[in-house]
């Protein structure tokens, strides 16, 4: 269950980096908590989420006590962040099912680790 967990949390990190890259490459704009932000305040704000997501992935797969604390305030911080910007901008309750799958997939791997201790 541990390495199910551990690959799912890798793998969603990997993409989010991966996308961040995308949308910086080809259209950097983004939304930081309602507000339109575009131009290179954007490619490097993409670029830090893209970066923070594959070290916390490194310590995931490398480091098996590592990890899991990162990665809960990494898709923590992205969920509330969409979450706010749609309150925001008047989408209502709208969330980003992969951020939602990385936090509660971040909360199962620290369940099982401290479970193990």
């Known amino acids: 269950m541990?390495?199910?967990?551990?690959?799912?949390?890798?793998?969603?990190?990997?993409?989010?980096?991966?996308?961040s890259i995308f949308v910086s490459l080809t259209n950097p704009e983004a939304y930081l908590f309602g507000r339109k932000i575009g131009g290179q305040m954007t490619t490097v704000y993409l670029l830090v989420v893209g970066v923070s997501g594959t070290v916390i992935a490194y310590f995931i797969y490398k480091r098996r006590d590592a990890g899991e604390i990162p990665s809960l305030l990494h898709f923590g911080c992205l969920f509330i962040k969409g979450l706010a910007t749609n309150l925001i901008s008047d989408f209502g309750l709208l969330f980003s099912p992969s951020f939602l799958i990385g936090l509660a997939f971040s909360i199962i791997l620290l369940i099982i680790r401290k479970m193990k201790y």
């Not at 967990?5 to 991966?18: D, K, S, Y």
Request: hydrophobic content about 55%; cysteine-free; aromatic content about 6%.
């Open 2 to 19: 541990e390495n199910v967990t551990r690959a799912t949390l890798v793998t969603l990190l990997i993409l989010g980096f991966l996308g």
